[in-house]
C-alpha cells in the first residue's frame, strides 16, 4: 500500500494528524493535495493519504469496497468488511507519530467520506473531527440511541448537482447524525457535481483548526 505524506509546515514534530481517505477509482495521492491549501492554518499537522486496499473493479486506481450494488446492505457489507484494515492504519499513524485520538482527524471524499462516517464513531476513543466532502452515511440509524460509540464533531459539504451521489445524502447524513446526537456543522453548494470547491476547502480547514487546536 502507498501512503502519502505531507510534514508540517512547521518542520517540527508533528503535534496533529490529518488522515485523508480518497474516492471510488482514485488514490492517495489525489487528496495529499489538500493538504497545500491548510498547512499555514495547521502548521504542525502530519497530513498522511493511503491508497484504498483494494485495486478498483472499474479498471483504474483504487476502491475502500465494491460498487456494483448500491443496496444499503451491500454497502454497509462492505464499510464493516474494511473498516479493520482502516482502524489498524489510523492505530499505526498514531503510535508512528506518538499522537493520541484527540488529536487525529479524519478527512474523507465519496467513498472516503462513507468510511470516514462509519469508522470514526465506532472506534473506542473519540477522535478530534471528521470532514467529509460529497459522502453519505452507512449503517447511520444504527448511531441513534448508541452507548457503545463517540461522537466526534463533523463537517459536512456537498455539491447540489451532485449525479453520483446525490445531495439527499448530505441531509440524510446529517438528519441522522443530529438524532445520534453528534454535532454537525457544513453546507451544499448551488450548482456543484461531484467536486470539493473552495469554499468547502476553507471551511474545512477552519474546522481542522478548532477541533485540532
Known sequence: MTVYTQDPASGAAPKSLVILLHGYGSNGEDLIGLAPYWKQDLPDTVFVSPDAPNPCEIGFGFQWFSLHDWAPMALLSGAEHVTSFLNKFIDEQMAKYNLPASKVALVGFSQGTMMSLYAGPRRKEQ?????????????????????????????????EMDTMVPVAAFFHAKETLRQAGFDVSGHTTPGMAHTIDEQGIHEAGMFLKKVLA
Open 127 to 159: 477522535l478530534a473531527g471528521i470532514v467529509g466532502f460529497s459522502g453519505g452515511l452507512i449503517g447511520g440509524e444504527s448511531l441513534i440511541g448508541q452507548t457503545s460509540i463517540t461522537r466526534p464533531p463533523v463537517y459536512l459539504a456537498h455539491g
